[in-house]
């Protein structure tokens, strides 16, 4: 699969995680209570939610109110409330930066910049999955224990409802769609060879060939005959007479 095949596959699973999300934020289902009394007529189903709560009779009415206050909300849906926004502002964010730097647009000249933007917009994906991941499992946890404890009353015990398991799997298309997208292009900077100046290797330096030898004057006498040409320019005298000395 080439570049653009991996980024149209990212766009789509994350495209359909966000469409995910907002379901899970404005279905009012995080919670389910069923009450069900001694005739079957008395019974009803509580749904509570981030923005309002619904009660459905068991002769098919229902009636939705919404929350006024943010305090009459548990501590797990009131942060899930902002967390689920968040979310989905992180994810709109990443969803439109991965289409200007998309291999198929021309918004940016640089392949590197294209890849650079789709990396970042992949990783505000996988940072708003993360985001909804929390609070879905924390709203779980808080459902399951008051469930299995003793001291709540039986017609007060909640169940999971169906947006923690559309929030789960809007996580999951989430964190699938950013971590294709991060993945797809990885960013190529622009190569330029390295100038290299050539190398010389220095060795030892020459020495001169035929520089001045000194030599030691040897011992033994000169014996052999002369062959020079030398004549010294005058003439030796060949004997000395003898001169006396006189005396005053």
Known sequence: MGRIGKEV???????????????????PMWRVTSYIGANIVTGQVVWDGLWMNCVMQSTGQMQCKINDSLMRLSQDLQAARALVIICLIFGFIGFIITFVGAKCTSCLKK????????????????LAAILILIP???????????????????????????????????AVLLLIGGIILTTSC???KPYYP?????????GRPNVATYGPVYAAPSNQSYTGPYTGSYVPSKPYPTAYSAQPYVRN
């Not at 390295?194 to 220095?202: C, D, E, L």
């Open 186 to 188: 990885p960013p190529n």
């Open 136 to 170: 879905v499992c924390w709203s779980a946890a808080v459902s399951v224990s008051d469930y299995l404890s003793n001291l709540t009353i039986e017609t007060q015990k909640r169940e999971i409802g169906a947006s923690i398991y559309i929030g789960w799997t809007s």
């Open 194 to 202: 390295a100038y290299r100046p050539p190398v010389y290797t220095y």
């Open 9 to 27: 596959t990212g766009q789509v699973i994350s495209f359909a995680g966000l469409v995910l999300a907002c379901v899970c934020c404005g279905v």
């Open 111 to 126: 392949d590197s910049s294209n890849a650079t933007v789709v990396i970042i917009g992949g990783c505000l994906l996988i």
